[in-house]
């Protein structure tokens, strides 16, 4: 099975990126991404979904569901400031517009429904985690703790500055042997580079991942625009060369009856979270917040 897809390789029906359950080979997590234009909405059904809807470089996005209106405010883009965003429950019909930028929609098969939900941009979780060079910025969208009103998705954001590593220490969430956490996840990356408020053509970075009974080990050069679909095994580093920071969406969803986002790390690397305890954080993150870039972002 495929895990790596670089930018346009899963561009289909008029979408940037379609990740379905039956492409990935799974059985939950999905994404589309789409770039907005005046001159047509995005209709879609999600007839066995539930969905998060996310500007990632669009503002001003009329989202209606089942016939309620909603205005999303968006964001330039993904390096600029945290997005307000939409839930929606399973089985509803949901059309889009705006006249420009691109969004995500982030889904997961479910069966329970929950109410929509707007969440906007001041209330969404930001947290900086790690320290030293993994030190990285933790988008909560909608987290197991973030958000409680969905049945199995989850989402987040990570921003890592130029010149460190994320999905560090290397961990899992396969339901594979002594792991008892099972989640599908997408990593849809934006690459950016020096002042860009998105992605940058030009910006790379790497991402590794090897399972648990060495079937898999590579590491690869990400672009923007890429995805890695993650079904099984230790994922990380993420690492963003100085000159350009990385972005990535994680969607995750599994078969647990509670959603979760926790893990297993790899025992020869969890020692790492304890050499954490002396080391300074980044003072670059967060990188952005809900009103903009951080003021006290130092240029790369």
């Known amino acids: 099975m495929k895990w790596f897809y670089p930018n346009g390789e899963l561009s289909a029906d008029g979408a940037e990126v379609v ?6 080979g799974w059985e939950y997590s999905g994404l589309r991404v789409f770039k907005l234009s005046d001159q047509k909405p995005i209709d879609i059904e999600l007839t066995n979904e539930e969905a998060i ?21 968006g964001r330039i883009g993904v390096f600029h400031s945290v997005s307000d965003h939409l839930y929606v429950p399973v089985g509803s019909k949901v059309s889009i517009s705006g006249a420009s930028g691109e969004i995500a929609i982030c889904t997961a098969r479910a ?5 929509v939900a707007q969440i906007s941009a001041d209330s969404v979780e930001v947290e900086v985690r790690g320290a ?9 969208i909608a987290t197991p703790t973030s958000f409680v009103g969905a049945h199995r998705i989850n989402v987040c954001e990570v921003i890592t500055p130029g010149g460190n590593l994320s999905s560090w220490p290397p961990h899992r969430h396969d339901g594979i042997g002594d792991c008892s956490f099972t989640n599908e996840e997408i990593y849809y990356f934006r690459i950016g580079s020096i002042d860009s408020h998105h992605g940058s053509a030009k910006g790379q970075g790497s991402f590794h991942v090897y399972t648990v009974d060495g079937s898999k080990d590579e590491t690869v050069t990400l672009h923007d625009g890429d995805v890695y679909l993650v079904p099984e095994g230790y994922h990380g580093p993420t690492t963003a060369p100085p000159e350009y920071p990385m972005y990535f969406l994680n969607i995750l969803a599994g078969p647990g009856l509670a959603r979760t986002m926790s893990f297993c790390d790899d025992p020869e690397h969890e020692y790492i979270r304890k050499n954490w ?7 670059r993150l967060p990188w952005t917040t809900s009103e903009g870039p951080n003021k006290n972002r130092r240029e790369e």
Do not use: M, Y
């Open 19 to 24: 990740i379905t359950p039956e492409l990935a």
């Open 132 to 140: 030293g060079q993994a030190s990285r910025q933790v988008t909560n």
């Open 277 to 283: 305890l002396n080391q300074e954080q980044d003072p």
């Open 53 to 73: 809807i996310l500007p990632l470089s669009a503002q001003a996005v009329s989202v209606t569901v089942d016939g309620e209106k909603f205005l999303l405010a």
């Open 111 to 115: 069966t329970e429904s929950f109410p």
